[in-house]
């Protein structure tokens, strides 16, 4: 059993054990476990809907993780407050004395850092923000953006060459939705035929899996019915994120 497969397990505690889970805990163990001469970067990156937050907020939880989810409007000086009050500390006046103050934290504390939505730091240049932060303190920080973070990070070679590793976010599986429904349809028995074509309507979205799955459920029980398959479903629409067409 690899360390992937044994993080897939069923769901407990409200958290569904799916692959994108296990790979952004992958991800920042990478980081917590390096040599000592290897950075502490590292990137978990996606598309919309692939359970990047969801995984994030998990894997903070169970690492003692500092978390912050970065904002369209951020400042520096937010982003920095947003991460002092996290930490439960009273921050300084100015961005470098906050700057100092995380810093120092990260490196005294050795938990980790996890920024998601990075997208909008690299929008509003604080790029060079996190990697002070990174440099003044060696801690393990895990970036969580869409699809074309590694591409904006290159635009910072000083940065991007600090990445110990890109961890690409994975499309939903049919396991995946299998694990999704002991959250979002427990009273109703879902068929394979029936979570495949989810999964084929999702188009990697573990989102629309999941909006789907609470769908089948209302009907199921709206019908009478404990257990619900392809047949049975029928020619019920599934949400596919597509607006509907306006009938005439």
């Not at 994030?56 to 000086?77: E, F, G, I, L, M």
């Not at 003044?136 to 991007?160: D, V």
């Not at 035929?193 to 199921?220: F, K, P």
Request: hydrophobic share 45%; aromatic share 6%; charged share 25%.
């Amino acid at each position: 059993m690899t360390q992937l497969e044994a993080t897939l397990k069923p769901a407990a505690g409200g958290i569904a054990q799916i692959t994108n889970l296990g790979l952004c805990d992958l991800a920042i163990e990478r980081a917590l476990s390096r040599s000592a001469n290897l950075p502490g970067l590292v990137c978990f990156y996606g598309p919309s809907g692939y359970g990047k937050s969801m995984a994030a907020n998990h894997v903070a939880n169970s690492r003692r993780a500092r978390y912050v989810q970065a904002k369209s409007v951020w400042t520096k000086k937010h982003f920095l407050k947003a991460v002092l009050f996290e930490m439960g500390i009273k921050p300084g006046g100015t961005i470098p004395e906050m700057a100092d103050q995380v810093a120092e934290e990260l490196a005294v504390s050795g938990r980790p850092l996890i920024i998601d939505e990075m997208d909008h730091l690299v929008d509003r240049n604080a790029v060079e923000l996190v990697r002070d932060l990174y440099e003044s303190s060696q801690a393990a920080i895990l970036m969580i953006g869409e699809e074309a973070l590694p591409n904006k990070l290159k635009r910072w070679e000083r940065m991007h060459g600090r990445v110990l590793a890109w961890v690409p976010a994975q499309p939903v599986t049919t396991g995946d939705a299998r694990q999704l429904t002991s959250l979002y349809c427990p009273r109703v028995k879902v068929a394979d035929d029936l979570l495949m074509r989810l999964v084929e309507l999702s188009h990697g979205s573990v989102r629309r899996v999941c909006v789907n799955l609470e769908r089948i459920q209302e009907e199921a029980m709206l019908a009478g019915k404990d257990v619900m398959d392809l047949a049975l479903w029928g020619k019920r629409e599934l949400y596919t994120g597509e607006a509907p067409k306006r009938r005439a």
